[in-house]
């Protein structure tokens, strides 16, 4: 099978990393993959966008940078996803991969009016997502992880709406033929989260929020791990079929 690219847009504090890792280290340990089965593009610090050709299935990570500001890499990248996504490799973009893909089809992104997520959350899902590749036969209740200022506001035309919460209601959306995007984290557990929360805690504060009260409800959870095997899977599978047809 060829690699999975993981597309990493930003980089956690180096406190947080030097005790738990960064974004591609807790994408690949949920994907239950071994590190020659992904290839890492830190295209915040200039490595160029992969051929998507060259590789089974695609990821886009977080960061703490803003769609809005339209960086010069981020906009490439917006490009590139235009083009690439109608190819139908899968694809599954996380927090701000989720919002680079709202922003590349014409969605829009700011601000999340009710404010920052961050926390241990729970996304429902509805009936559109029991029949969904990535999230059909997990729970229509999901316990993951989140931190995030802005939102999707309006998602893309083209894309199926998975999941929400009160914050946000585009928590999950699907794009055909192969393209997912969540808000949340699936690769954060339950340390990592606290350790986010610990490393804002002053910042938080002067948003008006409670960091001791969101640190008493962070649990672990399983889920955010179930979906990111689910769509190692679902990669492993086409590359499966595209391996037979190509036999033909």
Known sequence: MKPIAIIKTGSVAKAIADQHGDFEDWILS???LNAEDVEIFDIQ?????????AFSGLIITGSSA???NREKWSEACALWLRKTIPKGQPI?????????????????VDHNPKGREIGTIEVQFNEK?????????????????ATHVQSVLTP??????????????FQA???????????????????????????RADQLQAEGLDPEK????????NDGTAILKRFAQIVIERANELSIDEGH
């Open 173 to 199: 959306f699907f794009l055909p033929p192969a393209c997912w995007a969540v808000q949340f984290h699936p690769e954060f557990n339950d340390s990592i989260m606290r350790a986010f929360l610990t490393s």
């Open 92 to 108: 599954l973009g996380i927090c701000y991969g989720h919002q680079l893909i709202a922003h590349a089809l014409g969605g829009q």
């Open 45 to 53: 610090k200039g490595t160029p966008l992969p051929e998507p050709e």
């Open 129 to 145: 997502a029991r029949s969904d590749a990535l999230f059909g036969g997990l729970s229509n209740n999901l316990v993951v992880h």
């Open 66 to 68: 803003l769609v809005t």
């Open 30 to 32: 949920g994907l239950g």
């Open 214 to 221: 969101l640190l008493s409800h962070v649990q672990s959870s």
């Open 156 to 169: 893309p035309d083209s894309s199926v709406v998975l999941g929400r919460n009160h914050l946000d209601a």
